[in-house]
């Protein structure tokens, strides 16, 4: 038999070479440091990189890691700017350091405009905490009014869901001067339909101050539903005098069934200085004839012969020749010189001269 040689195969219980130890010694170590690799600094790694305090992107190897981290920092740095971005945190800032009122208005103007369309309801829950607090109130007062010229049955129902408070009292006030130029009988039925009785007079004495020049004989007509107070009267004569100057006849028949003496002489003085316009004779009579001897009658008279001189001196002269001496007379007689002498100085001097 052949005998095998020593290369060909080895011989039983031999041990292996001293390199291949060699090389598995370094596979070995190999593992052992890629098992020891921090997780941070592992290529094939997709978990959250932990970015510790004070890194740089640059000294981040993993490209994805690196754009996550930017992605995150933009994000922290527009959330601590959102406040500075807010348009009405930009407003109330600009209107404290603005001390031109052009500007100021101008601020309010830019700022409503782009509001148009936005939710109204939740700029004013907004602007109730606002600071500072008067212009804040201002701008709620604006956004209400720019809300109820689109939508004023929104803002009734809205006020109707607030809680008692400034706010509130705020916005009705300026929903019934809107509401009132715009939809009278709308706003009269908003009104009539509040719960609270103060909160309900007041609203009704704004809408009717509002239709006083519009539709004076309905505001009328609402004042004297009115609790009696100063305010309440003042409101009547202001609509019998505007009522007087387009059916004086209609509006002095009312007055005169005022059962309080008071109130129907200050209605009835003001209805017949509201009349002298269109035929003062017939106004300066009933002032005499009406009116109670005293301060109320002496300017009512006065009032009179001013706005009938300026027609015609010589009738207004003619009149006031009537009276008898007296405060009357001498009032009178000096504003319709007064007049008089404005057009016709001579004339007046003349007048006078044959009445001294």
Do not use: C, Y
């Not at 509401?179 to 719960?195: D, F, T, V, Y």
């Amino acid at each position: 038999m052949k005998r095998t040689k020593d290369h060909d195969q080895p011989p039983e219980g031999r041990s292996f070479s001293p390199w291949i130890w060699l090389v598995m010694a370094g596979l070995l170590a190999a593992g052992v440091r890629q098992m020891r690799q921090p997780v941070a600094m592992r290529n094939d790694d997709t978990r959250p990189l932990a970015v510790s305090r004070g890194a740089r992107p640059a000294e981040l190897p993993d490209v994805n890691n690196r754009q996550k981290w930017l992605h995150h920092a933009a994000s922290f740095t527009d959330s601590m700017a959102e406040p500075a971005a807010d348009p009405l945190t930009r407003l109330l800032q600009a209107l404290q350091g603005e001390g031109d009122p052009l500007k100021r208005e101008q601020l309010f103007a830019d700022f409503l405009a782009g509001l148009k369309g936005g939710d109204m309801a939740a700029m004013l829950a907004r602007l109730q905490d606002a600071r500072p607090a008067d212009l804040a109130g201002d701008l709620s007062r604006r956004v209400v009014r720019l809300w109820a010229d689109g939508n004023p049955g929104a803002v009734a129902a809205w006020i109707n869901q607030q809680p008692a408070g400034e706010q509130r009292q705020l916005a009705a006030d300026n929903l019934a001067l809107i509401w009132a130029n715009s939809q009278l009988a709308n706003a009269i039925s908003w009104g009539q339909s509040l719960p609270d009785a103060d909160e309900r007079n007041r609203v009704l004495t704004a809408v009717a101050n509002e239709a006083v020049r519009a539709d004076a004989a309905t505001a009328l007509q609402l004042a004297v539903t009115l609790p009696a107070d100063s305010q309440r009267d003042d409101l009547v004569r202001r609509a019998a005098a505007e009522w007087a100057a387009g059916d004086a006849a209609a509006a002095v028949d009312w007055a005169e069934q005022i059962p309080d003496d008071t109130l129907r002489a200050g209605v009835l003085a003001g209805e017949v200085v509201a009349w002298a316009k269109q035929d003062p004779e017939s106004a300066a009579d009933l002032a005499v004839e009406e009116l109670p001897s005293g301060r109320l009658q002496e300017d009512t008279v006065v009032s009179i012969v001013q706005r009938w001189a300026q027609q015609a001196p010589e009738a207004a002269a003619e009149w006031v020749a009537q009276f008898p001496a007296g405060p009357l007379r001498a009032a009178a007689i000096e504003n319709l010189v007064v007049q008089w002498s404005q057009k016709d100085a001579a004339g007046a001097q003349q007048w006078l001269a044959d009445h001294s």
